[in-house]
Every structure is written in C-alpha cells, then in structure tokens.
C-alpha cells in the first residue's frame, strides 16, 4: 500500500490535540460523525490508519537496521550526527532521553508517531457505524482490521518501552484531568489488553480469514496474520525480559506504588510455565491456521514457485549442488506473486517507494558502473554510468557473514571440520559443484568465504563471488574495485555519491530481485517486504517448545527450516558432529536462537531478538567490523577492521520516554536509568 497523505488527514486534523500524549475531540468542532457516511470516506479513513505503521523496509526510519547485522558508511557526517542510519543509533550509544532515535511515542527522531495513529484508529471505531448504504460485511471486516491495527500498535509501543500508556476510546475535553493526563499501566495489563483485543478481532465473523491478492494488499489485516501477531505478543511476554530478571524491581508507578514490570520470575516459576504455554498454544494455533486456512507453506522454488531456472542458469541447474536451494531462498523474500510466495504471512507493501536509496533493495543494489569483468568491463545495459536506483552504500557486518553455517549445518566456530583459525587466510576457488555458479572459479578469496551453507551464498555477496541481477548472471564481483575512488576525495562514478560503495566489502543479495535493473524506478521489481514468514513462526514455536522442555517436537520444527535451507538436520550437524544434547533443553534453545540468527537474518527480527532475550551485553558491545575496503591488493584488502563501536547497557533494553512529553504530562514516569 503506498504511502499516500489521504484527504481525511485534513478532515480529521481538528480531532489531534497539540498535546500529543491526549486522545481527545475538542470542544465545537464539527461532527467528525459526518464524514463516515460515504464508502470512499471510511475508505480513506481505514487507509490513514494504516498509514501509520512502523516502516521495516525503510532504511533510515526502521528498527531493522538496529544490531549487529548491517554497517553504514561512517565517514560521512551524515550518517554519523544527522537523520541516516537511525536503527544503528540505537546500539551505538546515541540515544538519550532529549535525543530521542525512532520515537514511536510522539513521532521524533524519524520514528512514527503510534499514539497519532492510535487515535486515528479510536475516531474510527467510534464512527464507522454511521456508515450508510456499505454492507454490513464490509463494515465488519473494516472494523476487525482497525481493532487489530490498534492492537499492534500498542504492542509496537511495548516491545520498545514496556509499560505504555493504553488508549481505547476517543477523550473528550469534559473528562477529567487523570483521565486526561492517562499514566503508564502495568505490564500485565498492557499484555492483557492486548490479547483480548486481538481475540476480539477474531471473534468477528465477517473478518476476513486470508487475503492473498495484489502486491498492494499484502499489508491488509486477516485472521492469518492476526493469529501470527497473537503468537509474537505472547511470545515477547514469555521472553526472559518480562521474566528471569530483577532489573525493574523498583520501576513502581510512584502515585500508587505499583511495580510497573514484574518480572523476577524464573524457570519453573507458575507464572513463567503458563506464559510459555500460551505462547506455545497461540503460535501453533497461528501456524495451523496459516497452513490450512491460508495456504501457506515453506518457499520451494520448484514445487510452488515458478519452477523453471532463468534462461542465464540453465546451463548449471542440474550441475550445482546449490543452486535450487539457493533459489527457494532468494524468492522466498522476493517473489511478488502472492500466489506463488506461499511462504509469506504479512508484508509490507511500501516496498513501491523509489524515491531515493530509501529501501532495502536500493540501498544494498550494486550500481550497474561497478560491475566489472576481469577486463575491466562494465557490465551495464547501454554504457551509462549513472547510479540510478542502486546506490550499494549498504553492507552487512563481519559478525553476520560469520554467524552463517558451514555446509555442515554448524557455525564456524563449532564445525570440527573447518579450519577457524584459518578463515581469514586467501585461497583459491575450488572447481567443484558446490560452488558452482556461486563463486568464481580459480579466483583468490577468503577461506571464509568458501564451504559455507546455501543462505551465505543466496543472501550475501562477497569478493569473487557471483551476482544475480540487471537480469543477468555476472560472474565475477571483484570487492576491491567497488569504491572506484578514494572515499572523502570529492570525486565519484557519474550519477553517484563519495560514499556510495560498500565499506565492508560484504554485500547483500538478500532484497535484490534478480530482475531488478535500477536505471530506472520503473525497471525496479517491487515486491512485499516481510514482516512475519511461516520459518519465522516454526522457529518461535521451536523456541517456546524448547523453553517447556519439549525438545523432541522443538527439534522437528527447526529442522523444517533447515532442510528447506538445504543443511543437515539437527542431529546430522548439531548432535553427531558438535556433540551437542538434542534432548537438553539449553542446548536445544541455543540451536533455535541460531537458526532465528540465520534464517531471519537482516529482516529486522535480529535486534527485538536479542533484546528480549537479554542478551544486549552479548552482541551489542562488539565494534561493527568488516574487511578493509581501503586495500586496494588481496593482502590488504582482507584485513579485518572495525568501523564503528556499539555500546550497551542496561538502560537500553527499554527505550526513553522523549524528555518533552514528560513535561506535557506529570504523570508520566521515565524508564529506568534515562
């Protein structure tokens, strides 16, 4: 769905107090009730509150940058004191309180303004029923989507700050002050809340069970994707940041005294049993549902997707040992057709904005002037240099490219039969099928780059490496030519930037369609970003069975994931080969955090990830490193060195309240330690 500034905007502007923590109507305005009586005004209504969903594909203004997976150029003042990289902010230090990144409480620092769209979502619910001459079906089916956008928005607000402050209804200016001036209630209760919102969303009958149709509609709520947010609420309350931590033991509402997060409650506590059994219910429930009523399935390029190889692979479909597990892989994020992308549960349809390298898919495109053969050739379309719509300032981190598998289905480090001490060391390209097609031949590279799983070759790109694109195969990606000029030098390729290269000479294939060209707007594939895929349910119902100590089943859904992504099962790799227990359940836990870590990588899962399990002082502490783009020989070249610092700690794991609307409201208390 784009983006568009709907005209109800202007219609509705009068409704928004200039104190934007106030859900409230102010007094002589006209009867907002009179612009729900046509069906193209609600429809705009529904698509303002749409309107206000947190971006994901958006590369400056989402949380997906956030972590330990990505690196931004860091010599540009830009990207280091301005409004780019927003998502990295958050692990390097930069937020405060007064300096808010990605304000999804009030809409600064580029976040988006939550408690607005919250209203939005209540002026609806209390107007749609003036709507005249609309089925009642569809006004049903309108009214379950804005009760579940609402929901999930309140449960954004939590997974940032915890405790949130809870809007069900329109505020009148005759209400009292208290109920004006609302506070921060409970955990639980937000939880709670929650829930039953979803639930009764749910229970309506006309309410849309799964709607698979134009790329513009993978956006639009059903029962499908209401299930799979249910699942993720329960799973986020399960999670040892709610439970298993002692950190907010005096985070207390000071006008009652009431601990706003009670969370010291650990393994085999009641409580901490019966919020992973519901996580449990509610995610098998959602994968269920997804599976029979909405069709859905793992991606397999062969079995439910277009089936036959482009005309540039033909030549090795039957040769390599990887390549359909790679394509199953690379169409599962980037296949349009919602009837052959089966594996999709919800994604965002704002993947249509090309106004600039604003998305995932611009920002990581090689730029056609950079792809170069042996010779020196450009591989390009009609010799023109100019950028377009890829602008490859965009690269993945040293952690990421290290976190993927051996082709044994084990981490690098855990693999006993890969040389770890070595893998920074330079050889050759073997001539094998394995990395047929994905590597080239001969070529000098990093032992790191070579034996590694099907995901590293289908999502990432690396030096000597092979990259499908511009509706080609080129054959050869030589990192070392990719700055073209010395960074800060003021000059650049036409059409381009000083900064745009990748600094960390890793790429990222991930978002790019293989058919995407990027000269121009129009000869970019669109497709929907993914918010929530069917892996990413296996792999939570993996980690709740896991937590409950029902490993055997745990064991069965990881392996779902695993074998689609063409690695040994759990016992082949983890258990024979690692000795790792399969019926342990830390050591089963630890298996799925990993495949999340994989299989999820670079989608925006990685950061909520890792701070719900708590473990920001594990991942967030290490500086971002890559290879050493300034080297213009392999020797140089393949240095690894660090780009920028991260630093975590405690405070971080709920975000700050903006300084100002504590101000506006003194009942509000701010999260601990800002």
Same mark, same amino acid.
């Given at each position: ?30 009867e907002i009730s009179s612009k729900f009586t046509t ?130 209804? %329109? ?127 793992? /991606?397999?390029?062969?079995v439910n997707g277009p089936g036959k190889p482009n ?52 920002a990581t495109q090689i730029r056609t002037s950079e ?17 377009? /719509? ?38 050759? %390209? ?245």
């Amino acid at each position: 769905m784009k983006r568009v500034k709907y005209i109800l905007m202007v219609l509705l502007a009068a409704t928004i107090s200039s104190c934007n923590y106030l859900d409230v109507v102010p007094d002589g305005v006209v009867e907002i009730s009179s612009k729900f009586t046509t069906q193209a005004g609600v429809r705009q209504a529904l698509g303002k509150c749409y309107e206000y969903m947190p971006n994901a594909h958006y590369v400056h203004g989402s949380v997906t940058l956030a972590g330990d997976e990505y690196c931004c150029p860091n010599s540009a003042s830009t990207f280091t004191t301005g409004g780019s990289c927003r998502g990295l902010w958050l692990v390097r230090g930069l937020q405060s309180a007064t300096n808010v990144s990605l304000s999804y409480w009030n809409g600064s620092g580029g976040g988006t303004n939550l408690y607005e769209g919250i209203r939005y979502c209540n002026v609806f619910l209390e107007n749609i029923h003036h709507c005249i001459g609309v089925p009642q079906k569809m006004i049903d089916d309108w009214t379950a989507q804005v009760i579940v956008l609402r929901a999930y928005y309140h449960f954004y607000l939590i997974q940032c700050y915890g405790p949130i402050l809870v809007y069900d209804k %329109v505020i009148d200016l005759s209400s009292d002050v208290d109920e004006m001036r609302a506070k921060r209630k409970p955990l639980e209760e937000c939880f709670d809340w929650v829930v039953s919102e979803l639930d009764r969303a749910l229970a309506v009958k006309n309410f849309t069970e799964s709607r698979r149709n134009a790329i513009t509609e993978n956006l639009l709520l059903d029962k499908v994707i209401t299930k799979a947010i249910k699942a993720k609420v329960l799973l986020l309350k399960a999670s040892p940041i709610f439970n298993g931590n002692n950190m907010y033991t005096d985070f207390v509402d000071p006008e009652t005294g009431k601990i706003l997060i009670d969370a010291d409650r650990y393994d085999g506590d009641p409580v901490w049993q019966a919020r992973w059994e519901d996580a449990k219910k509610a995610i098998k429930e959602a994968i269920d549902y997804a599976e029979t009523t909405g069709k859905r399935e793992l /991606y397999d390029y062969e079995v439910n997707g277009p089936g036959k190889p482009n005309d540039y692979d033909a030549v090795y479909w039957d040769e390599s040992e990887i390549i359909k597990t790679c394509y199953s892989l690379r169409y599962s994020i980037v296949d349009p057709n919602s009837s052959t992308n089966k594996e999709l549960i919800w994604g965002s349809g704002d993947n249509d904005n090309f106004s600039g390298s604003y998305t995932f898919q611009t920002a990581t495109q090689i730029r056609t002037s950079e792809l170069t053969d042996a010779s020196g050739n450009y591989y390009n379309d009609d010799g023109n240099k100019e950028s377009g /719509y890829s602008f490859n300032w965009l690269g993945a981190s040293m952690e990421i490219a290290e976190a993927f598998y051996t082709k044994n289905g084990l981490p690098i480090s855990i693999d006993p039969e890969y040389d770890y001490a070595g893998r920074y060391s330079l050889t050759r %390209v073997p001539a094998d099928n394995y990395h047929l097609s994905y590597m080239a031949v001969n070529e000098q590279t990093a032992q790191l780059h070579l034996n590694r799983e099907p995901r590293f070759y289908a999502w990432m790109l690396v030096d000597r490496g092979c990259y499908r694109s511009y509706n080609r195969l080129i054959p050869l990606i030589s990192m070392l030519q990719f700055d073209m000029s010395a960074p800060g030098s003021g000059s650049a390729p036409e059409g381009s930037s000083v900064y745009d290269f990748n600094h960390t000479g890793l790429g990222i294939k991930k978002f790019v369609n293989p058919a995407s060209k990027n000269k121009y707007a129009a000869n970019v594939v669109m497709y929907p970003f993914p918010l929530i895929r069917l892996a990413d349910l296996y792999l939570m119902y993996a980690e709740a069975l896991a937590n409950l100590g029902e490993t055997t089943e745990a064991v069965e859904y990881i392996d779902k994931v695993r074998v689609r992504a063409g690695v040994p099962t759990c016992a082949d790799s983890w258990g024979a080969k690692a000795g790792w227990n399969l019926n342990d359940k830390n050591d089963v836990l630890n298996m799925v955090k990993w495949e999340r870590r994989v299989e999820l990588a670079f989608e925006g899962h990685r950061y909520f990830d890792v701070v719900r399990w708590l473990e920001g002082d594990k991942y967030f502490n290490a500086p971002i490193k890559g290879w050493n783009y300034k080297g213009k020989r392999a020797n140089d070249f393949y240095q690894v060195v660090n780009y920028f610092p991260k630093q975590w700690s405690n405070k971080n794991y709920l975000w700050p309240l903006p300084s100002g609307e504590l101000d506006k409201n003194p009942r509000l208390v701010q999260n601990p330690w800002w």
